[in-house]
């Protein structure tokens, strides 16, 4: 049995992920801003009030796991946001900054002391992030914010290769659920399953790779 922590465990993927890694006998803890009856129903420790913009609610649930050795840390919690280059609210696309790309920086370097040789980190990203399969443009934060975020994986997978700590990007697909509207190919359950094959075989010698969830290496 290992300890996952996973961010934005509440509701949609970060539920599944939550709901298959506790069926399989794993120890989860959910991270959310606040809790759903979904996620309470599970039996897993939820850990609420977490906020992955915010340095102190982070460092919170920190201390609040203090004595448990992290085995793979899931950084899900994520926001969509569509801008055009006629609406380019930048108040939202900062948002989507702090979100999708500062916050599972934030949560990463926090946790890193209850890390140890052998944890994984992995990053739910996306493959709007990728320069190279932008074919149609716009939704600019929600991209520009995915790419930080990649290029925020690959220095973490450098910087802590010393430490024998592999980090994975993975892309879970067009996912249907509330964030996207329920539009997309693959349901929660689908798309949960091939995370965590993935993160199940992130290891020193694919981290830093940018993963689609069903196994496809995706261009940067």
């Known amino acids: 049995?290992?300890?996952?922590?996973?961010?934005?465990?509440?509701?949609?993927i970060g539920l599944e992920l939550a709901r298959q890694l506790s069926a399989r006998g794993e120890s989860v803890?959910?991270?959310c801003r606040q809790s759903s009856p979904e996620l309470t129903a599970l039996g897993v420790q939820v850990v609420d009030g977490v906020d992955v913009c915010e340095d102190a609610a982070v460092a919170t649930a920190v201390q609040s796991l203090i004595h448990v050795p992290v085995d793979v840390l899931i950084n899900n919690a994520g926001w969509l946001s569509d801008e055009s280059l006629e609406d380019l609210d930048f108040a939202r696309i900062r948002r989507s900054f702090e979100i999708n790309a500062l916050g599972p920086?934030?949560?990463s370097a926090a946790f890193?002391?209850?890390?140890?040789?052998?944890?994984?980190?992995?990053?739910i990203t996306s493959?709007?992030?990728?320069?190279?399969?932008?074919?149609s443009g716009g939704r600019y934060g929600y991209r520009?914010?995915?790419?930080a975020l990649?290029?925020?994986g690959m220095s973490l997978a450098r910087d802590l290769a010393p430490r024998e700590i592999a980090v994975g990007i993975l892309h879970p697909g067009f996912v249907r659920t509330a964030m996207t509207g329920y539009q997309g190919m693959t349901d929660p359950p689908a798309a949960a399953a091939q995370l965590i094959a993935r993160i199940d075989g992130l290891n020193l010698s694919n981290s830093g790779t940018f993963w689609h969830a069903n196994g496809e290496e995706l261009p940067w």
């Open 150 to 152: 990649n290029m925020a």
């Open 144 to 147: 520009m914010a995915k790419a």
């Open 29 to 31: 803890f959910a991270l």
């Open 112 to 123: 890193l002391p209850l890390l140890r040789r052998g944890s994984k980190i992995a990053l």
């Open 105 to 107: 920086l934030r949560v």
């Open 127 to 135: 493959r709007m992030g990728s320069i190279g399969d932008n074919g």
């Open 1 to 12: 049995m290992a300890n996952y922590v996973i961010t934005g465990a509440n509701r949609g």
